[in-house]
């Protein structure tokens, strides 16, 4: 069985389990204690180098990388549902993937790493960056439900976590009525499931 | 014809253009003026709302991301020689990528670009996750030639510039032996191009 190590407060580990849920994929869930660092014990870092969950173990294959697990189940278990296989298609789909790991990451995510887990960071700088992300959020919302192609995909799913967990940085949601909306419309979709602020 | 947006100093504009170029895709390359803020023009912003380059423009396809472009023409253009189709193949190349978007970013991008541009950034934790990224390089290559698959990939050449370019960022590669080989490596491959710095 497909196994997930994860964080319960972690967005990019809540990107993965969103993901299976709406998939509908079986697995079990191995919860790591972050306090006692258990992730950088060497059991975990023979699975990633790098230290950081999540990690997805599918029999023999390992990915690391919230995004590359996402990629990997929707190409696995998605049907092309999720991720199409043509270039146009998939490109419009990686975009919103990068805009996740950098963009929103440095935006909403850090704000919330400051407010919530007190990680020393440049909150000012990511509070800025947090407001031209949902200013670009909103205008590209403004005329559609989805990201992209008219459905939910992995994109979505990639940024959702941390735009709907902005509060938690203590950023407001209410100036952008289109991002609360596509919030909204996510909590909807079948096999939705939430974590702690959501 | 295809047209690349670009700067001529960006490791992730420079990514794009070796891949161009290692794929003998031909196109038209359009320098951008990063003094006076072109980019950030209503001409370029409605390319990218998010206000940066790279940007592909191919008919009436247009992507933004440096790595989401790498994916595109990949795709298009690479005849699964440079990304593969099957799940756990994709998987492992699209760990690499997003390494490049999040740890080099953080890394060996971040301290080059507090050097060479005098960007305010935190130069200290820059340096130190530049060491931890270059750790896990040199081991990961050191019974290896390429990142994964056994051949070059869009994985390489997403982490190339700014390994390659460390340097600029007052990073030595001296003691990663494997890195230092793996650079060299690329810079072999039929169709590389460098750029300043490289």
């Given at each position: ?95 919103w ?50 990201l992209e ?6 994109a979505d ?42």
């Amino acid at each position: 069985m497909i196994k997930l190590y994860h964080f319960e407060l972690s967005g990019n580990c809540h990107k993965v389990r969103l993901m299976l849920s709406l998939l509908g994929v079986e697995h079990e869930q191995i919860l790591l204690d972050f306090a006692t660092k258990e992730h950088k014990s060497s059991k975990y870092m023979k699975l990633n180098p790098f230290g950081q969950l999540p990690i997805l173990v599918d029999g023999d294959i390992v990915v690391r990388d919230s995004h590359a697990i996402l990629i990997y189940l929707a190409q696995r278990y998605g049907n092309e549902n999720w991720l199409p296989t043509d270039a146009q298609s998939t490109s419009k789909v990686m975009q919103w993937l990068f805009t996740a790991a950098n963009y929103i990451r440095q935006g909403p995510e850090f704000a919330r790493l400051y407010h919530l887990f007190q990680i020393p960071l440049d909150v000012e700088l990511a509070t800025e960056k947090a407001a031209e992300v949902l200013k670009v959020f909103d205008e590209h919302l403004s005329d559609r439900q989805w990201l992209e192609l008219n459905r939910p995909t992995i994109a979505d799913v990639a940024c959702f976590p941390y735009i709907a967990l902005a509060p938690d940085g203590k950023i407001s949601l209410d100036t952008y009525p289109n991002v609360i909306a596509w919030v909204e419309r996510i909590k909807q979709l079948p096999g939705y499931i939430g974590m702690p602020g959501l």
